[in-house]
């Protein structure tokens, strides 16, 4: 069996400290291959950089709603850099982009434009994108609609949100799941998980937060992937094997790897 964790930080300052032995034991844990997203230019450099060290790990460059700059042009400077990293061949896609109306209210049209953006640079590349979404789920459609992504790409940690999940199925993306699958109070986790087909599913730990259960609140890594697989082969009678292939075959379907 082998699992793929299709979104992690690997770069992420809660792993300063073990780095190393972390990505050991992942490896030696049925994951075979995962992909250290970038959020910031900073993290996305820091990503790139462990990609060279180990074969396994791919990455996605990107600046989150969360990190853009305070203007246009502090934002289009960093972009610009995005775009140059994005040409490394152990960059899959542009990731993590999107709004993000939870954190930031103040600041949305400077959101949309960084989304917009990337999303340009998604298509000069030949790229799919990698989508973060909170509280944000009408604009983040409508700039989908009206600036169409090439290689489409895929909602990660995706909101258990019934018709954000119809909508992006219906626009051709993948739906990424995450530990959120497996807490106790998740609303619509079940329906959601019925409602995605088998060829655009991923899994993904997000890591090092929302560790799934049983090991919620402690700090995640990428090895708690396959508690996420496990809900899902729960929830659509399946062995938690054929969760494992179809999650993996179709990560590197998406991503080209």
């Known amino acids: 069996m082998e699992l793929f964790d299709s979104h992690c930080h690997l770069d992420d300052e809660k792993f300063n400290e073990d780095r190393e032995d972390v990505i050991s034991n992942i490896f030696s844990s049925n994951i075979t291959k995962l992909i250290s997203a970038g959020?910031?230019?900073?993290?996305?450099?820091?990503?790139?950089?462990?990609?060279?060290?180990?074969?396994?790990i791919y990455t996605v460059s990107g600046i989150s709603p969360n990190d853009i700059g305070e203007n246009v042009e502090n934002i289009q400077e960093e972009i610009d850099e995005i775009e140059i990293l994005a040409k490394n061949e152990k960059v899959v896609g542009i990731g993590e982009?999107?709004?993000?109306?939870?954190?930031?209210?103040?600041?949305?049209?400077?959101?949309?434009?960084?989304?917009?953006?990337?999303?340009?640079?998604?298509?000069?590349?030949?790229?799919?994108?990698?989508?973060?979404?909170?509280?944000?789920?009408?604009?983040?459609?409508?700039?989908?609609?009206?600036?169409?992504?090439n290689k489409k790409g895929v909602f990660h940690c995706c909101p258990l949100n019934v018709e954000l999940v119809k909508e992006a199925l219906k626009l051709g993306f993948y739906i990424s799941f995450a530990g959120p699958i497996t807490f106790k109070n998740s609303k619509n986790a079940e329906e959601i998980i019925k409602l995605v087909p088998d060829d655009r599913m991923l899994i993904e730990t997000d890591s090092p937060y929302l560790s799934p259960e049983p090991n919620r609140g402690k700090r995640n890594d990428s090895t708690n992937v396959r508690y996420v697989a496990q809900k899902i082969a729960n929830v659509k009678g399946y062995?938690?094997?054929?969760?494992?292939?179809?999650?993996?075959?179709?990560?590197?379907?998406?991503?080209e790897i």
């Open 39 to 56: 959020y910031s230019l900073e993290s996305s450099n820091k990503a790139l950089e462990l990609t060279k060290k180990y074969p396994q």
């Open 239 to 255: 062995t938690l094997e054929k969760v494992a292939k179809i999650t993996y075959d179709n990560t590197c379907r998406i991503f």
């Open 97 to 149: 982009i999107g709004l993000d109306y939870y954190w930031n209210k103040e600041n949305k049209e400077l959101q949309k434009f960084a989304f917009i953006k990337q999303i340009e640079i998604a298509n000069r590349l030949n790229l799919p994108i990698v989508i973060h979404t909170r509280e944000a789920v009408m604009d983040t459609l409508e700039i989908l609609k009206k600036y169409l992504v």
